[in-house]
């Protein structure tokens, strides 16, 4: 829940800022609850069944701690985060622009090549599986943070967008 100093500097399209921000991304499936600091390439989880058993917490602080999991580790980190019906988990990395996936079954991270601009996903802020064609479409907030902490934001500029992307396609990509 903690940043990690190693990666309190964030390097976005060339700009880098530095940020030590902990707690930043909250997804679920049925059973767990999974989350990491936006200043770090960890991923963690815990069951929600722990979280929602207040008998643990209220026994033994001291065994807070076992229930939670180290899953994965990235090179980079990244925003937001969500999850799909498939129980596979995406975030967008932030050097390099890169679609994550990570398959919640396997527990490890495959990186997907974006076969979008880079400039189109800088800094993914909001990341939502949404189903309301009857297909899966993953869609994501992407802005330029970067610029914003580095005072280089400019008004004439596009600074803010909404990207979909089918999931079977991210899903053929990934197979």
């Known amino acids: 829940m903690y940043p990690h100093p190693e990666h309190g500097i964030h390097t976005i399209a060339n700009e880098s800022f530095q940020l ?3 707690m930043f991304a909250l997804s679920a499936d049925d059973s767990q609850l999974y989350f990491h600091p936006l200043a770090s ?10 979280l929602n058993n207040r008998t643990i917490w209220d026994a033994n602080a001291d065994s ?6 180290l899953i994965a ?18 975030c967008v990395s932030f050097n390099p ?27 993914v ?29 400019s008004a004439s500029e596009v600074n ?3 990207v979909k992307r089918q999931v079977d396609d991210i899903q053929a990509q990934y197979n």
């Open 97 to 123: 622009i890169t679609l994550s996936l990570l398959p919640l079954k396997n527990d490890t991270v495959s990186e997907i090549a974006v076969s979008v601009e880079e400039s189109l996903l800088e800094f």
């Open 41 to 50: 390439g960890s991923e963690y989880a815990i069951s929600l069944s722990a």
């Open 20 to 22: 030590m921000d902990g």
């Open 73 to 90: 580790n990235r090179n980079s980190g990244c925003g937001a985060e969500a999850i799909d019906s498939q129980s596979n988990l995406y």
């Open 125 to 153: 802020s909001g990341i939502k599986v949404f189903n309301g064609t009857g297909e899966e479409e993953l869609w994501m907030n992407s802005n330029r943070f970067q610029k914003f902490m580095a005072g280089t934001l």
């Open 64 to 69: 807070i701690p076992d229930e939670f999991q």
């Open 160 to 162: 803010y967008r909404i």
